[in-house]
Structure formats: C-alpha cells, structure tokens
C-alpha cells in the first residue's frame, strides 16, 4: 500500500506510512494494558505522528512522581503536524555521565507541547514534519513504552525494521512513480532526436535501451522488498520466541531491499530526464518532484552503512547491532 | 540444480544444462510417436548433445526420399563431444533465394557425422562445445522435430526460454561460486592493508562496502532468477492454450533474470581481486576461471539486445519476437 | 571564465556566455561589413540574446523587397530578456516541400518583435530564455548572417563548437560548484554517523571515498575541457583554411569534454547528499540548486550522440556532421 | 614509452619500465659517488631488477663489519631474472621491537644470491618477477642508498611517485591496446547482431555507444597521466628545495592517474567482448591476455586507498604521508 501510494504522491505515503508505524510501536513496544491503545486509535479516529529523531538529542527526561517532565524540542517529527497522538523518545541522562533513553505515547494536545509548522526541506514538501518543543510536558509511567532500563527484546528492536523495509518500500514506490512518468512523457510528448534515425522517440534505440536499464533497477528494488516482506512477518508472528540471530538476518533482507530501493529511486529520478528531453523540466509538469522527494527521503540513514553491514554479515555472518537505522 | 553445479564447475553445469536442454526440446518440438525418445533415453542413458549455433548456417538440408541429406558443419556445438544423441539444426535453401530452418535428431555416430574436439576459447574449457560435420548424413523423416514448413506455436517457442533461464542460473552459479572464492581467500589470506587502520582485512571498511556491493548485484540475479522460473513453469505448463502474449511476458522476466545474471557474472569475477590483493592471481589457485567462463559464456547473443526487448516492453507492451535467442 | 561563473551562479554564466556566442556568431559568420557591429557592441553597450533554437520551426520568413519578413515565435531564447540586440534564425520554405534557414541579427525594440518573460524549467531560472514572437517583423539583406542558399565552410561550422565547448565549461562549473558546497557543509556542519567509529564527519571512511570518487569526475571533464579549448582555439585561428577534417576532429574532443562536464554536473550534484546527509536538503541552503540546473541545462541535446560519435569516430574515424549540435 | 610498450606488450613495458624504475633509485636516493653506477650501467650495458616488495618481511639484515649480512627472500621481484644489478631492501630488527629498513644495490651474481623463476601469475606472465633468495649475501657500506636510520627528504621520496607514475602509463597502455585490439577485431570480423538492423557490426548503435563509453574511459586516463607527467618532472627539477606540501600534491595527481588508468585497464580488457562477441574470445587470439595483465598488475596497492587520499586532499588539504605506495 505504501508503495502504491508512494508512486502517486511520496508525501502523503510517507505520512500514511508513519501513521502505521506509530501503531507498530503499540503492537510491538506497549504492554497487555496498552494494547488498549489500538481499540481507541480506531473507535476515536486517531492520526499517530511521532516525536523520535534518534540524532536530535535535545529532548530531556527527569524524573518525577508517577512519570517524566519533558523539555526540549524533536526536529523532524514526520506526521506531528495535526497528529492527535504522538510517540515520544527523550534522552535521560544517567550519573555516570551517559544516556538513556525513554520512549512513550502523548496526546498532541497536552500542556506544553507545540508542534510548529517549519518543515522547509525541497522534498517530501507536505510530510508535516516540523518540530516539536516541549515545554516541562508531563509523561505518566503508564504512557511508557520502553524505561531508560529497559533491555528491548528481539522481538521489540523488529520496529526499526518495520521502519526500514517502509522507507524500502516508499523509496520504491517513488521510482515506479517516476518511471512511469517519464514513459507517459515519451509516449505522449517525446520528439525524435535530431541526428538520429528513428522517426519517433519511442523507436531511438538509446532510449528503449536506458528505459531497460532503468527498469531492471526498479525490478531489482521490486523484488528485493517482496522477498522481505514475508521475512519479516514471520519474524513478527514468531513473537518473544525470535532470537536475536533471526532477527539480524532479517534485518540484512531488509537493508537489501532498502539498498536497491534507494538507488533505483535517485537513479530513475534523475535519469529520467535524459529520456524526456528539456521540455520535461517544464516547472509546470513537476517531474523533479521524484528526484527532491528521493533525494530528501533516502538520507534517513547513510546507505554507506547498510552497504557495510550487507558486507559484514556475507563475509563473517556478523549481524548489525540493533538500533535506531538497522 | 545448474546454478549449484555452476558454483562449483560451470563448464560441468554447462554439459548438463545443455543435455536437459535438448530433452526438453523432445517435449516441446517432439510429436506423440517421438516422446518415445524420453523412454529410450532414460532406458539406454543416452546422453544428448546439440548441433544447433543459429549463427552457423554452412550445415545444408537436401531433400531426399523419405528424409535429408545433411552437408557441412556447425560449431560451438555443445555437449557433443561424447555425446550419444544430437539435436542437430540445418539449412533447407528455398526457390526465392531465402532458407528455412529443419530440427532433428541423429544418432552421434550416424555415418558421415564426425565430432571435432576443437574447443579452444579461454573459457567453459571443459563444456567439449566442438565442431560437428556432415559428409551426407542421412536423417529420417520421422527424426525430423520441425520441417522447413512448420511454424512454431507459442509452447514450441518456449524452447529459447528454457535455454535463456538456463543459462540465467548458470551465470548466476558463477557469480556465486566467485563470490565465495573471493571471500574464503579474503577470510584465509587476505593480509591487512599497508596505510590502513584495519587489523584484520575483513575489518577494512572498504573491503565489507565492497562485498556488500557485490552481494547486491549476486543478490538481484537470485531473485529475479528464482522469480522467473514459475512463470516459465507455468507457460510450460499452459500447453498449447499458451498465447503469443503470455509466452512474450515470459520472454521479458527471463530476459531480466539472464542481463541481471550476465552482469553478476562478469562483475563479481573481475571486481573479487579488488579485495583479495595481488596474492590471489597465483596461477595454483585459478581464481581467474570465473572471469574467463563468465566472459566466454555470457557472450551466447548480446547483452544490449535484452536490454532493448525490456525497454520496448516497458515502454509499449512490445514483445520480443520469438526466435533463437528470445 | 564561464567555468568560474557558472561555479558561483550557473543562470548569470548562461547568460554571460550566450551573450558572447552571439558576439562569436558576428566574427564566424558575418561579412566584412557586419564586423562593424564588433565595435559598435562596445560603444552603444549591446547586450546580445538570441532567438535560435533549431527545434522550434514556428518562426518563418517571406521574402520581400531588400530583405525578409518574420513571422512566428522562437522558444527557449537565452538571453533575450533584456537584451539590445538578437541573433535570429527562421524557416525558409522553399519550392520542393523542404525548408532552408535564415540566420541575422535584429534590434530587440524592433516593430512587431515581443519577447516574453514565459521561462517556467524548474532550473536556470534567472537565464532570461523567454519566447520571442514575431508580428511581421522585417530583417534587412543588410543585416542577414546566412541567407537560405548559403553552403557553410568548416570554418563558419565552428560556432556549433564554440556554443558546445561553453556548455561543457558551464556544466563543469556547475560540478565544481556542487563540489564546493558540499565539501563546505561536510567541514563545518556534518556530524559523525551513527554506527561508525569516526568521530567527525571528514574522518569516515565512506565520506572520504565518495570525495574522491566524485572528485574524479570533476577532474575529468576539468582535464577534457582544458584540452578542448586550445584545440579549438587552433581551429579558429586557421580561418578558412581550415578543412572539414581538422573541424570534426575538433568537434570530437569538444564531445568528449561535454559529456564528461554532463556527467560531472549531474553525478556531483545529486550525490553530494550522500555525504552530507539530511540537514543539507534545507530549503534555506538551496543544495538542489545545482542538480536542478545541471538536469536543465544537459538536455540541450542528447549525451548518447554525443557518445554514438565519439565511438563511431574511433572505430572508423567518421567525422560528425556539422549541423546546430555537433 | 612505458605507455607504447604496454600497449603492444605490457610485460615486456613492466621489465622495461622497473629497469628504469632501479635507475631513477640510483638518482634519487644514490650519494654523489653513487652516481658513478649511471656511467657504469651505460658502459657494461647493466640491466637493472629489484627485489623490494614491502610487504614481504622475511629478508633480513644484520650488522657486520663494513656492511651487512642478508638472510631470507623477496618475492614479486620485477625483472630480477636476467638482472645484472639489483636494487635490494631488507628488515633491521630494531632493540625496541620495531624494525627499520635497509636499501642497497648488489651484483645479482653475488655469492648466496639466487634468483628462482617461480612467477606464476596468470598475468603479466613475462615480467620476470620472481622470487629472489639470500644465503648470507653481503652488501658492503659503500653500496647502502638508505641506512636504517636515514630519514628520506621529499625528493628522495619522490622514487614511489616514479613508480605510481609509472604505473598509471602501464595500465593505460594495456587499455589502449585492448581498445586498439577489440576495434580491430569489430572492424574486420565481427558480424551484425542477430536481431539488429545493422548491416555492419560498426553500424550498430549500441556497438558505436560502448565504444564511445570505453574511449572515455581511455581518455580521461590519458589526460591524467600527461597532466601529472609535468608535474612530476618539476618536483624532481627542484631538487632538495621539494617542499613536503608540494611533493604531497605532486602524490595526489599522480594517484588521480593512477585511479583512472586501474579503471580504464580493467573495464576497457573486460567489456571488449561486449563488442566483439564469441568468437573473441578463441584462444588463438589471446585477447583475454589484457584483462589477465590489467587484472594482476593493477592489485599492486588497494585502488580504495587511493580513492581515500584523493577524497582526504579535496576535503581538507590532507597530504598522504610517504611510503612505499603513495
């Protein structure tokens, strides 16, 4: 669904999709009581944005009676904007002078809590991603998902890779999207190339030739993610019975899918063009909307990593260590 | 099971492939009375060669009563050195200058068929692909798979299909096999880098990258192989209800399983000493084979031709016209 | 120069440079007397524009007493906003069905000559490349460059090179500009990946890998581009000597520093995210920028042309054939 | 030279170049009465060897009255077979643990020298590289150019630029004579593709397209290799006054050749036979033979290295620190 709906408009998956992840942090993150939270996300329409920006460490925990008082602020809040509930993660600092973290649910609307509008990146434009501040906003030990002590479970780091194979899936669906704007435009627009023999576009050997170049970067990504998917369902339906050597395989297919899925999008994003033609870049058509929305989008976490990581584990079978990107 | 034998011996994989090739084309090209060839070959364990290269066209059909006179040669004939039974294409001129094809299938040691062992490309060393001649060999009517006159249906045109997915598994076979070559040198012998922070030379950052970039080309290969053997299995499986529509889709998933194949092949094979270093191109060691089969093999028909029948059919639904190599 | 501006500001190198290939268009292709307008460029401050573009067909010419009357429009005219004077090309149709082409010079004020401010590519976006339309607009005998009958020599055929040997400079400003940008963020804003040792930025491995990669390709086209001018400067200086030979062997190593500036230019600038990471897609940085106006500019006419007669040229030493690309 | 001759033969320019390699030693690291080895290797027509390789530690050296004793191998010594002279480096186990090195010249007839023609490579098969053992052999003060504890100025360091230098026109010239190769082979032999429109193989429009892709590959090769040529030969040309910065930069240019002709050697040997098709690849011919040498001479140090320093200079101005590989 992410992937069909990334091909008509990133955006918009993007916020549909961080919705469900929100919910996925409730399946897999909440205790039996907070499983409640599902039957009142439906029968109160509710919209999950989150709060979590692991790089942004300027939220802060501290202790208090039955919960936390939260201060700061979370930049990139994908979804917060107009989200009724919020998943949060703030820092809290330890005596011996590291870190840990807390993780719980909000009402967007609670004392102190602002979510600004300021999202101004030249992609993914209306992903409401702005930032939040919180201003000494009250966190009831009820609403936590994960303590500073908390030793998440296999089964609980699978979030990250619910997360990861999403963004697969969504740099996915923005490949397919552009390719299939590109070949409307050669069908329908495309002039014949001065210089060449063919009498329509479509018949210019170079160009039948980098339509199939840029497709097979689009299968690859394609079959990658539909190999995932099932891996990682059946790591969710193998509960607190999954091991953590499971998990990191799954995780590899996971970082395969993302991998091939962030290079067919930049790629065919930007490639595309060479087969339209200049007209193409007319401001009026918006076709560099797939290359901003890619561009923006993929540099989540570095693929260098997940690169190294595909590595790793193929030479040694060393698995990535869970955490915010893998 | 021609992509396991490829990792290990691609010119064994090659003979084997090519001798199930051969059975297979008993059942697409065969009538009722010749699927009797399937009986007698498991019954006298025949095994089948082939005198086909489409590219040859100095072997010439007479006809003659109740048969064929056979003259000339073929070569890059695979399999048929030793081989008991041959699948053997010729010639046949017609009156308006053009020629059309006969298929058929001789005894190895026919009398004027004579196998060359002259072989000599510096790869698939040991895939005995000879030259075949025929100094007025005789082939019988009914050992006669398609008559000049015969036009193939959609299911007799599948036989190009099963050879192209075989020879997908087959480059992907040695993609694979030079990919955990690569890695046992790295993992045994690799000494760390002069000028670089690694201890161990599976600690390189540059060397895990670069395994995971070249797992990711192994990787696109394995899926879209393993995607496209149920869809040809189920064109075969179709009979003669399959329609030139349906057989032409197939025709597009196999193609990019063997571009996608062709590319591991020759990259895995040339790029692996990038991260053995200068050690591993000892002669004794013979890491060079993947290269030199990979080269050799993935050069049946060429590469941008695939890429030109996926782009048409990307672009407009065009499908690739049935013929030797598609 | 060019190369320079276009690192600062690759719209104002646009214009700067299509402001000289219309002055270069008076020295290659006007009569003695034209040169006058040499001089008068420098009294009176022309600012020249053009209304060129060989694609558009709109614009027409009819013979009339002493000269031409233009009727049509001309897009993607560089420069034309605002400029004092115009270098026009037309369509003369002539008896047999075909067309022939006028080439002159016009007062941008002219009666019956608008220029439209209608420039809407999402890059270039300060070029002043509007539509120009023309309302009977008359073009003195006096004032034409090329009438419909004239036969170019090699030498006046050396304008399509000054003009392609531009471009190749702009796009590797462009590449040097990204190049620039990114390297300035990385220094002073990256922070250290998460899931990396490298305590800063410049330290990682994978970022210092993709500098020199990308750097490579600057360097490239930097070389080519270098090697291209004194070449072409050598062809213009041997004037009508100079033979269609010594010219295609120009137009040659012009392609190559073009098609090496393109790629430099659409390479650096979509993966300089790679090294930068999410905070450089901000709205208030502009990063996009360079890829919007590397993507824009490079369609001027196809790379694989470009790399068609390069390889036709080594393979055969066939010479491109001089026309409004090559 | 060195470029010409890989062209043609490049284990016959490996033997060439690493003789001249020995005398630039000489030059740079000889004191003046060492200089006299220059007349004496002109008037006994002294060929010149080496057994240096850095990364073999197993030859050791020991003090002795006047000079020292050598005990152990070199492996990987260019043109040690059929050597007059060679230039030797041996481990001085320092009292700390840590070792220093020792450079000398010795008669390759020296009592307890022996020179086994052991190469087994499967590439650069004539080089004459092999291994060279030492039974006591003595190497008087007078012929020492590096004592263990002399620090090397940046002129004297410049002899690795030498032979990085000299490298990069190694490899280059083995991607020219592949090039030189396959075009021959296209023009003369290749057919037109089954299933193109081509009537000539050089007709067909994805042939003419590599070639183009594989030329630019050659080009850039060679623009670096003659830009760094110059360079180089100004740093020698100052003499003692070679600032470290300007020796540093003088490495980064030489390793921008070096990057680029790896490249060109390896693609342009293995993507030929895209072009030229099977029967290329008849062992006849040998035309494998450029990717065998490509392939074993370009491991000589880590190409990703490389890639890091050109990336650490771009970024902040980081010199690579002198050594035996940069």
């Known amino acids: 669904v992410v992937r069909r709906l990334a091909q008509a408009d990133s955006a918009l998956a993007h916020v549909f999709a961080f919705h469900h992840l929100q ?3 409730v399946l897999l993150w909440g205790s039996a009581a907070q499983q409640s939270l599902l039957a009142r996300t439906v029968s109160e329409g509710w919209f999950w944005g989150n709060a979590l920006n692991p790089l942004d460490a300027r939220l802060v925990a501290t202790r208090v009676a039955d919960g936390w008082r939260l201060n700061g602020a979370k930049s990139y809040a994908s979804g917060s904007v107009g989200a009724d509930r919020l998943v949060v993660s703030a820092t809290v600092p330890k005596a ?4 840990a973290r807390l993780v719980g649910h909000l009402d967007a609307k609670a004392a102190g809590l602002h979510v600004r509008e300021d999202w101004e990146s030249f992609g993914q434009r209306q992903t409401d991603s702005g930032t939040v501040s919180f201003d000494g906003v009250f966190l009831a030990d009820a609403d936590v998902f994960q303590g500073p002590d908390d030793v998440p479970t296999p089964r609980a780091t699978l979030r990250t890779l619910v997360s990861q194979l999403t963004m697969a899936n969504l740099y996915l669906g923005i490949a397919l999207g552009a390719f299939e704007a590109a070949r409307g435009y050669t069908l329908e627009r495309s002039r014949p190339w001065v210089g060449s023999d063919a009498k329509r576009a479509v018949d ?3 160009i039948q030739h980098r339509y199939g170049e840029l497709w097979l970067l689009v299968r690859a990504a394609e079959l990658a ?9 059946a790591a969710l339906d193998a509960g607190e019975e ?8 799954v995780a590899i297919v996971v970082s395969e899918a ?3 899925g962030h290079r067919a999008a930049v790629e065919v994003s930007s490639q595309l063009f060479e087969l339209t033609g200049a007209g193409a870049t007319s401001g009026r058509l918006g076709l560099d909307r797939f290359w901003r929305n890619a561009r923006v ?3 989540h ?7 190294r990581d595909i590595g790793r584990f193929r030479l040694e079978g060393r698995l990535p260590e869970p955490g915010s990107y893998s």
């Not at 993610?225 to 369902?233: C, N, S």
């Not at 999954?242 to 395989?249: I, S, V």
Request: charged residues 25%; glycine residues 8%.
């Open 242 to 249: 999954l091991t953590a050597g499971q998990r990191g395989e």
């Open 297 to 299: 989008h993929t540099l």
């Open 301 to 307: 976490d570095p693929v260098d990593l997940k690169l």
């Open 225 to 233: 993610a539909d190999a995932a998917a099932p891996r990682l369902q």
């Open 23 to 25: 919910i996925a942090t």
């Open 204 to 206: 210019e050997p170079y």
């Open 258 to 260: 993302k991998v091939l």
């Open 96 to 99: 011996d002078g590291t870190a």
